[in-house]
């Protein structure tokens, strides 16, 4: 059941970059891969948390579900911190408004989604 969770998120959130993506390419080629980009840093960030996380555990030791909470987290902020610097420093031309717009769009509509059942 928890796996569903993280898969369905990460799904609507593979979706949601091909979209924003597709929708900036009007604007412009720049803001299309800055946009494609941005939500595939949130996609990978809460792929790999979800992967951590949502694994059977035991209700015995609920200290080792929270340690790997916390785990997951952290290692969510390094690789997205990576991902960012990565980005920014290989890629000359970039709209940087546009990567972490879409950052966080991506970041966040699956959740608002999920917690409103459509997802």
Excluded at 17 to 31: D, E, K, M, R
Aim: glycine share 8%; aromatic share 12%; proline share 2%.
């Amino acid at each position: 059941m928890d796996q569903d969770i993280g898969r369905r998120i990460t799904l609507a959130q593979c979706g949601l970059t091909l979209l924003v993506a597709t929708v900036l390419v009007l604007i412009g080629v720049v803001y299309a891969y800055s946009g494609a980009l941005g939500g595939s840093i949130a996609t990978i960030g809460n792929a790999l948390f979800a992967r951590k996380v949502f694994v059977s555990y035991r209700a015995q030791n609920p200290g080792s579900l929270l340690a790997s909470f916390y785990g997951a987290e952290i290692q969510k902020i390094i690789v997205t911190a990576a991902l960012f610097a990565t980005a920014i420093i290989l890629i000359d031309v970039l709209s940087y408004a546009t990567l972490f717009g879409s950052y966080l769009f991506v970041q966040i509509v699956p959740l608002i989604l999920f917690h409103l059942k459509y997802i």
